[in-house]
């Protein structure tokens, strides 16, 4: 589960108390929580960024399982989130290519033959040495859109050890095709994020009649039983 930050935060102050609910019933439910805040700093703030939202449960005061985090800062504003990483079986999702359209203008500058995101794609991996759990996978993971499919299986390759995060499906225009270069040869190694076309699957035409606004969560889990079956159809 992704709670995205920026919405409860433009809320204020019962914002966060609401996010920090969320966070906990998904929790309590067994899912997995991923908070998506791209947050980063440097040295003693990006600990505090990571202290404050790394660890499930009671092991810190948002209880996230990982979060987002932006490298744009460098490799030693990213460390003090592995350290916490290690310290409370978390994990982070580094942003390497991202969905939106405007991300190339620095993404994908050339600096010493290289993109600047395949040299994020490198750090990544760096971080993850010496730290592969028995899934054959570490704690430091990457973000890279559906939305560049070409480029996702790129960053599969470059990153063999890290688990990716795949924004773009759906309502950016991502495609199950699109995504299957996020996974590795057993269909594994990927996480595939829909965000609006499920929260709001009420408001589209295959569901709207059906459902309406009252039934809001029937159409949320019946949208989401479509995209794993449309999924699964890919990846087997």
């Not at 433009?10 to 067994?30: C, E, F, K, T, W």
């Not at 620095?106 to 750090?123: K, P």
């Not at 609006?196 to 295959?206: G, Q, S």
Request: aromatic share 8%; charged share 20%; with cysteine.
């Amino acid at each position: 589960m992704k709670p995205q930050a920026a919405f409860f935060e433009q809320l204020g102050p019962a914002g966060m108390v609401s996010l920090g609910q969320v966070i906990r019933y998904a929790s309590d439910a067994g899912l997995l929580v991923i908070t998506d805040g791209k947050r980063n700093d440097i040295g003693s703030t990006a600990t505090a960024y990571a202290k404050a939202y790394l660890g499930a449960g009671d092991a810190s005061p948002w209880g996230s399982d990982s979060l987002t985090v932006s490298p744009y800062l460098g490799r030693d504003s990213l460390e003090p989130f592995v350290d916490v990483c290690d310290e409370r079986a978390a994990g982070v999702f580094v942003l390497v290519k991202t969905s939106n359209p405007g991300g190339g203008l620095l993404q994908d500058r050339v600096t010493d033959g290289q993109t600047i995101y395949a040299r994020v794609a490198e750090l990544v991996q760096e971080l993850n040495q010496g730290r592969i759990g028995e899934s054959g996978y570490g704690p430091i993971g990457a973000v890279v859109g559906a939305t560049y499919p070409e480029q996702l299986a790129e960053m599969r390759a470059a990153m063999p050890t890290s688990w990716i995060l795949i924004p773009g499906f759906g309502a950016q225009g991502g495609t199950a095709k699109d995504v299957i270069a996020g996974f590795d040869d057993a269909g594994m190694g990927a996480i595939v994020n829909n965000s609006r076309n499920l929260i709001f699957a009420h408001r589209r035409d295959e569901y709207s009649q059906k459902y309406g606004e009252s039934r809001w969560q029937d159409a949320v889990s019946a949208a989401t039983d479509e995209m794993n079956a449309v999924l699964a159809t890919r990846i087997s």
